[in-house]
């Protein structure tokens, strides 16, 4: 089942992105080299509780951070520690998440530690941010779930290919609904597969967790003895972007973007829906 929100609902779901996108604010300008992973958990704990919410991350599953901190070949999921410190050259990605009044917010998004970062690298995390950004403006009344898939996976394989040879679209992982509980129906795969059939209709009230995941190699990937990190099988380097995002009358609104989204959908020709809580 579904869970379609009123907008009342909506609004608070606005409050648990604003946090989200306090915590992503926080541990960007945190991500330099010599920080540690857990460094970047402890400024996100932080963050959490001066906005009076709760973390989603932190004892989901067993999980024990309030964030995931995956570097370079780690895909998703990984777990915030002293031992592993960001060195210049290292690529992060952060995902957060943050409860309000029991309603969710959950993005990622990828962060470059120091300087010195191959052209390829950096491409691959504007390739992946833009993917989503592409499903987001998808996401639009009478549409169905596939055609958020089909423009991730098309805006990704239109782009000139990698030294490597082409973008690895990660297969076990995607994107989700989201509203009382971080993870809900539906799945949301970042590309296109008939064994899926078209997915459901898109109505004003479905809440979506749109998140790319793509490397510079294999697009398979395996979990490490921990049970949580995910890094690819090849070895190679990924990237991770996601917003949740709500469908209302008026448009797409992106709940964990500062400005809801308005000036990059400007750019793709979509109005964004107005701020709830403006």
């Excluded at 995956?70 to 998440?97: C, M, Q």
């Excluded at 943050?98 to 309603?103: K, L």
């Excluded at 395996?222 to 990924?238: N, R, Y």
């Amino acid at each position: 089942m579904v869970e379609i929100k009123t907008p009342e609902q909506i609004a608070k779901m606005r409050e648990a992105g604003l946090v989200v996108a306090a915590i992503h604010e926080a541990t960007r300008a945190a991500a330099v080299p010599g920080a540690t992973t857990k460094d970047l958990d402890e400024v996100a704990a932080k963050v959490i509780a001066d906005h009076g919410a709760k973390p989603n991350f932190l004892g989901y599953g067993g999980f024990p951070g309030n964030i995931c901190t995956s570097v370079n070949d780690v895909v998703v999921h990984g777990i915030p520690d002293r031992a592993t410190v960001l060195k210049d050259g290292d690529v992060i990605a952060i995902d957060a998440g943050a409860i309000v009044d029991g309603w969710h917010g959950d993005a990622a998004f990828t962060c470059f530690v120091g300087s010195g970062h191959a052209d390829e690298l950096i491409e691959l995390s504007r390739v992946t941010e833009e993917s989503m950004w592409a499903g987001i403006a998808a996401f639009r009344k009478g549409n169905r779930l596939e055609d958020i898939s089909r423009a991730v996976e098309s805006y990704i394989r239109r782009q000139p290919r990698p030294p490597a040879g082409r973008y690895g679209i990660v297969e076990d992982y995607g994107g989700h609904g989201i509203g009382t509980e971080m993870h809900m129906d539906p799945h949301l795969l970042n590309y296109v597969t008939k064994k899926r059939g078209r997915g459901i209709k898109l109505v004003p009230g479905v809440c979506l967790a749109i998140e790319p995941m793509v490397t510079l190699g294999s697009p398979h990937t395996h979990v490490l003895e921990d049970e949580w990190t995910v890094k690819s099988d090849d070895g190679s380097w990924s990237s991770h972007w996601e917003h949740t995002i709500a469908l209302t009358e008026k448009g797409p609104l992106v709940l964990t973007a500062p400005d809801c989204g308005r000036a990059k959908l400007a750019e793709l020709g979509v109005t964004a829906a107005p701020d709830p809580l403006a």
